[in-house]
């Protein structure tokens, strides 16, 4: 985009900038997504030791699911910045930082009457996603004549086949303790076993339901092309 700017190329700026854009939403949303399914073993694994109790595992997994709607914005920040930066552009996403942080205050303050510890991530989500989607908005005028239409329905794409491939991980949690007596082992240990297998079968079940998608093919084709050298 820096390159694209730099030769004056709007047409050039656009298709990386939507291309970044699809490429981070198709790595970002099926982690949201496995986050949420596995967050309880994935916290129990990382913090389920010493003075750090299942109360506290309770408390600390209901922050995480406030937190995971945002991770995709999380991710995209980066994205949405670069189309200003590469302009020499440094004030609007400065103002745009400030508006947000505003709104993460009185978001903070609204939201923990109702929802506790719960508001204060939300808050955070919320606002992340109001500045990427404003980034984004206010960078169409270095673009040229770009819509976000087609990032919209790839991200509606990827996150149906993300909900697909949760259900699946949801499943195989529910079917595990029948087949295996993981109940019974230390909480470390299950914990791992759920994250990891879990982990592996949902990004599994993601990819070869995406393999179709321009995300994948053009995620894979560097190491396909090695491969063929």
Do not use: Q
């Not at 496995?34 to 309880?40: E, H, I, N, P, S």
């Amino acid at each position: 985009m820096s390159r694209a700017a730099a030769n004056h190329d709007k047409a050039a700026l656009t298709e990386s900038l939507e291309h970044a854009l699809r490429m981070v939403l198709f790595l970002s949303i099926p982690c949201a997504v496995l986050f949420g399914v596995l967050a309880d073993p994935f916290v129990r694994l990382l913090f389920r030791h010493g003075a750090f109790n299942d109360e506290a595992v309770r408390s600390c997994v209901y922050a995480l699911l406030f937190y995971i709607p945002g991770i995709p914005a999380f991710c995209a920040a980066k994205v949405a910045l670069t189309p200003h930066y590469a302009n020499h552009d440094v004030k609007t996403p400065v103002r745009i930082s400030i508006v947000c942080v505003l709104l993460n205050l009185v978001l903070n303050l609204s939201l923990v009457v109702f929802l506790r510890h719960g508001g204060l991530a939300l808050s955070t989500s919320i606002c992340s996603w109001v500045n990427v989607i404003t980034l984004i908005t206010l960078a169409r005028k270095y673009t040229s004549d770009w819509t976000p239409k087609g990032v919209i329905i790839a991200a509606l794409r990827i996150l149906l086949v993300s909900l697909l491939s949760g259900a699946v991980v949801l499943g195989l949690l529910h079917l595990l303790p029948r087949l295996f007596d993981i109940n019974g082992l230390p909480t470390l240990w299950a914990s791992a076993i759920r994250v990891v297998l879990g982990g592996s079968i949902g990004w599994l079940c993601y990819l070869i339901l995406s393999c179709r998608s321009p995300e994948c093919r053009s995620l894979l084709a560097p190491l396909m092309r090695r491969m063929a050298r």
